[in-house]
Each structure stands twice: as structure tokens, then as C-alpha cells.
T-cell receptor, first 113, second 114 residues
Framework: EAQVTQNPRYLITVTGKKLTVTCSQNMNHEYMSWYRQDPGLGLRQIYYSMNVEVTDKGDVPEGYKVSRKEKRNFPLILESPSPNQTSLYFC????????????FGQGTRLTVV | GQQVMQIPQYQHVQEGEDFTTYCNSSTTLSNIQWYKQRPGGHPVFLIQLVKSGEVKKQKRLTFQFGEAKKNSSLHITATQTTDVGTYFCAGPKAGGTSYGKLTFGQGTILTVHP
């Protein structure tokens, strides 16, 4: 089954404790991206990757890191989480950037206390 | 930077009434995509429009892309309770140096009362 898998689905952590949210897709998609969803703000792009070893900042990259060592995986790293990073996070992938639909993961609800 | 505004933010309708959400971009878009997110779920792709002035239909849903490729609309005829959710538009900016960025609108939350 074609899918985008995120882990964990739920996470409560403390300020400053490094964490990684994993994202994996099995569709051989080139383009992957991370979004955060906050009430009233819609989906805001954090980082995206056009292909392996090619990543770039989205609209809200501060406090986040990503890597794309393999085509299927695109982890999101929070080196020192802060409470303002409490949010619902979605990973998405698409065959190519333009003119192709994005497939979203199930989401990761992160709470930083 | 590019901004994509969506209105209204909320819409409450009685089942059977029509519903429209509007999407306006500050820059010309290469294409416009629409997604639906059910409560507690993840966004799911509905459709993509590419051409200026394009109109597409999916059963009770009608999607339009403006002539200037800066605005779009989604119209649902005779809403049903299964239409409940948040509708997002999204588009990559045409040209420029921000190739790769996809900007979403804030979404319209649709509630349908039976």
C-alpha cells in the first residue's frame, strides 16, 4: 500500500531535549516536505527536499533541521525544542514538486512543556 | 514573501445548502491544488488546476482557477454531512527563486448541520 509513515504519532517532551520525528514514503517520490499546522494559520512549510541531499528552507524553518540521505526518508530534527514548537506536524511527499499531488502522513502531535 | 489568503475561515451551513471558499494569492501561481482534511485526519488531495480560467468538476464540487492565476474557488452544491472538514488551497509560486516552496491558505472549516 502506497503511504507516508510518520513516527511517533504523539509525543510529549520537555524543553531542550532533542527529538527526531521520522518520515518514510514507499512511493519512490522525489519531493518531500514538512509542515506544521496551528489553529488559524493553516499548514506552514518548514523544510522541503527536491531529492536526495537537496534540502531547502520553507516559510518557518527556525528551530528545525532536516536531512535527506535516502530517497524514502526525511526526518525532522528539533535540536532544542521550545514550547512554541508545540504543534501538529505533517510530512508529505509527491512524485515531483510541480503539478503533482502531495500525499500526507498521519501527523505527529508534539507537545513541548 | 508569497501569501495565500483563504476566506471565509469558518462556514456553517444547513445540509442541502451550497458552500463556497475563496483563495487569493499575492503572487501568480504555477498551479493551484485543493485538499480536504477531515476532523482528526490528514490533508487529502482533491484536485489540481493548471491553466488560466480552468474549471473542473467532481460530482457536487466545482473548482475554478482565475484568469490571472492568482485566485481560485471551490464550490460545493447541496452540502452533505460527509462534506464536513477543512478545505485548503495550496500553490507554488510561478518562477522566481523560491522554486520548491508550496504555500497553503489558512483553510476554511466547514460545518454542516443535518
Amino acid at each position: 500500500e502506497a503511504q507516508v509513515t510518520q513516527n511517533p504519532r504523539y509525543l510529549i517532551t520537555v524543553t531542550g531535549k532533542k527529538l527526531t520525528v521520522t518520515c518514510s514514503q514507499n512511493m519512490n517520490h522525489e519531493y518531500m516536505s514538512w509542515y506544521r499546522q496551528d489553529p488559524g494559520l493553516g499548514l506552514r512549510q518548514i523544510y522541503y527536499s527536491m531529492n536526495v541531499e537537496v534540502t531547502d528552507k520553507g516559510d518557518v524553518p527556525e528551530g528545525y533541521k532536516v536531512s535527506r540521505k535516502e530517497k524514502r526518508n526525511f526526518p525532522l530534527i528539533l535540536e532544542s525544542p521550545s514550547p512554541n514548537q508545540t504543534s501538529l506536524y505533517f510530512c508529505a511527499s509527491s512524485l515531483a514538486h510541480l503539478n503533482t499531488e502531495a500525499f500526507f502522513g498521519q501527523g505527529t502531535r508534539l507537545t513541548v512543556v | 514573501g508569497q501569501q495565500v489568503m483563504q476566506i471565509p475561515q469558518y462556514q456553517h451551513v444547513q445540509e442541502g445548502e451550497d458552500f463556497t471558499t475563496y483563495c487569493n494569492s499575492s503572487t501568480t501561481l504555477s498551479n493551484i491544488q485543493w485538499y480536504k482534511q477531515r476532523p482528526g485526519g490528514h490533508p487529502v488531495f482533491l484536485i489540481q488546476l493548471v491553466k488560466s480560467g480552468e474549471v473542473k468538476k467532481q460530482k457536487r464540487l466545482t473548482f475554478q482557477f482565475g484568469e490571472a492565476k492568482k485566485n481560485s474557488s471551490l464550490h460545493i452544491t447541496a452540502t452533505q454531512t460527509t462534506d464536513v472538514g477543512t478545505y485548503f488551497c495550496a500553490g507554488p509560486k510561478a518562477g522566481g527563486t523560491s522554486y520548491g516552496k508550496l504555500t497553503f491558505g489558512q483553510g476554511t472549516i466547514l460545518t454542516v448541520h443535518p
